[in-house]
């Protein structure tokens, strides 16, 4: 379908800037200040005083039209980021930094965010390590600093317990669980914040604008930019009347920073191969809930890991309990997605932890704010793939930067954006054509860094809770890696092949698990808990979540797992439901919205 020439759609705004508006038609999107580049992004065609997008066009009765023949409009940036969080910000803080000492304020760094808000899409709750943003912002505590982060808690004490069902026993943490100078923040508040320096220092940056597409050269194949999604698609995927195309932005490096298993992170690590030399990822889930609890119960800076209880001994995981704010306290659980029963549901394992003395104690009598859920990269060190790769390069959680046993991954994420920062200023810098850039220099930089380092040292930790001995196995190995090894052992522990999902037994050679009904005043049901995740989305947009042929996967995984899917997903997206005209008496669902 050929596109259709620009046209003018007049809405609320006055008439006396036309003139001006007319005058900027011949310029460029780029032509723009930052601040009117993201509010001519932002409006809708309706609310702006002109557009250069072509007119949509709709299906005729036939529904043949295909939103997708329409011609994107697209902008040149020079560096362009995918994901908002705490890697993705400081990538985008550190190039601008490096631009302005140069004197090149017309460097372009674009940074986009699927959630409506930086931050948004962050879950409250985080002990940072205080290294990599001491370094990106020195002053961000400083009283002189009027835009200083206020929200950091500082940690005061350390516990560490092994839980029975009802009783806590103290055991020595490792040297890499101190937080001695640690902060506790809400991660959410903490990226809102970066946000705001981000934009300080000229970065464009564009929350609400989901990246859906990688962008490739057609001559050598090499990544160059991504498109945001297409808007007003209905959940058949036809045009509504509110139908917007989505935009390309071309790059000559594009940092990819989605967070755990982000949806073009696999299109790139598949296209370039990028897992050849490392072993599979593995996962966790981990489930968190924000409390105000009574001032008596609530001791500043406190910080409490826990182990054991509720989780059976093959099941790796735990739960921590934080204490940071205005007698606000962050608690969640972790649970290594390797768990051989099917019958086990994480959410149920949750909502029991709650009832075990040494969380009811204190948030017995408070009220639960928030809760939210969220997939971990636990690989580690051997589970790293390349991550640079013809016109871009992986960062933070997306790459698989957390430190497990540390149980922080903040400081890694925001140091490697620095990294691949500093190694995209200076490609761009040295290279005078328009040539593929590939980032050699945030390879090498990576494996000089602290990341390597401390990633390297605690690589064999999780993978030994592999042993037949499961979980106290993995707890003496583990001690014997902190205490004596420190890394420094000649072999490396590997991980299961294929994955996680290997792992899993079918339901017939395990105990049924029942879990208690909530009381619902520590323990909830999961729609009450998902009623506090702010999470909304349009009823009419089509799912993101695709399964190819719905009844052969009910076919044959039902049998085999009987309904691991309702149990695995801790927001009650997946669901089996009673249906007598279906094999094996139920029909496969996702509930979306």
């Known amino acids: 379908m050929a596109a259709s020439p620009p046209i003018l759609h007049f809405g609320r705004s006055s008439l006396r ?7 900027c038609l011949s310029r460029s999107y780029s032509y723009f200040p930052p601040t009117r580049r993201r509010y001519l992004l932002q409006q809708p065609n309706r609310d702006c005083l002109f557009s250069t997008s072509p007119q949509a066009r709709f299906a005729d009765v036939d529904n043949s039209f295909d939103p997708r023949q329409q011609d994107r409009e697209s902008d040149e940036v020079d560096v362009c980021i995918v994901g908002g969080g705490p890697a993705g910000l400081s990538a985008a803080i550190r190039l601008k930094q490096l631009a302005n000492e140069a004197g090149r304020e017309e460097f372009r760094v674009l940074l986009l965010e699927k959630a409506g808000d930086i931050g948004a899409h962050i879950l409250s709750g985080n002990v940072i390590e205080p290294s990599a943003v001491n370094e990106l912002l020195p002053d961000w505590l400083s009283e002189d600093n009027e835009n200083r982060f206020e929200n950091a808690t500082l940690a005061t004490s350390d516990r560490m317990r092994f839980l029975t069902k009802g009783s806590a026993i103290p055991i020595p943490a490792p040297p ?35 990246a859906s597409e990688v962008l490739y050269d057609p001559v050598d194949g090499a990544v160059k930019g991504v498109a945001t999604n297409d808007l007003g698609v209905s959940r058949s995927g036809k045009p509504k009347a509110s139908f917007e195309r989505g935009m390309e932005f071309h790059a000559r490096i594009t940092l990819f920073a989605e967070g755990c298993h982000g949806s073009l992170t696999k299109q790139v690590i598949k296209k370039f191969d990028l897992r050849r030399d490392s072993q599979p990822q593995t996962y966790g889930l ?5 409390w105000e609890v009574k001032p008596e119960k609530f001791k500043k800076g406190e910080v409490v890991h826990t182990m054991g209880y509720p989780l059976p001994s093959d099941t790796y995981g735990g739960g921590w309990l934080y204490h940071f704010g205005d007698n606000l306290v962050s608690l969640g659980l972790v649970v290594g997605l390797d768990y051989p029963n099917p019958w086990l549901a994480p959410y149920g394992e949750f909502q029991k932890m709650k009832h075990h003395p040494i969380y009811k104690s204190v948030i017995e009598g408070g009220k639960c704010i928030s809760y939210g859920a969220r997939a971990l990269n636990e690989g580690g060190f051997q589970s790293i793939p390349k991550c640079s790769f013809p016109g871009g390069a992986l960062i933070g959680d997306t790459a698989g930067f957390l430190n497990v046993p540390k149980i922080k991954g903040t400081h890694t994420a925001m140091r490697s954006g620095m990294l691949a920062a500093e190694a995209s200023y200076t490609a761009l810098s040295d290279t005078a054509d328009n040539g593929t850039i590939f980032l050699f220099d945030y390879e090498d930089k990576l494996r000089s860094s602290t990341i390597w380092k401390e990633l390297k040292e605690v690589r064999n930790m999780r993978p030994s809770f592999h042993s037949p001995l499961g979980l106290y196995g993995g707890i003496m190995y583990s001690g014997l890696e902190a205490y004596v090894f420190r890394g420094k052992t000649p072999w490396t522990l590997k991980h299961k092949e294929p994955g996680d999902y290997a792992a899993t037994k079918p339901a017939d050679q395990c105990s049924k698990i029942e879990y208690p009904k909530p009381d619902n005043e520590i323990s909830f ?39 691991v899917e309702n149990r695995f997903c801790p927001a009650g997206v997946y669901e089996y439901v009673e249906d007598a005209s279906k094999e094996h008496g139920v029909r496969f669902n996702i509930n979306a919205q």
């Open 17 to 23: 800037y036309l003139t001006f508006y007319t005058r």
């Open 176 to 210: 890499q669980m101190n937080n001695h100078g640690n902060y506790i923040v809400s991660l959410n508040q903490f990226c809102k914040w970066l946000g705001g320096r981000a934009e300080e220092v000229g970065v464009e940056v564009y929350p609400g604008f989901a």
């Open 525 to 563: 049901d999961i729609l009450t808990s998902v009623s506090r995740t702010g999470t909304n989305h349009e009823e009419d947009q089509p799912i993101h979540l695709q399964v190819s042929d719905w009844d052969r996967h009910k076919d044959e995984m039902f049998p085999k797992y009987k309904g």
């Open 286 to 290: 981990g489930l968190k809930e924000v």
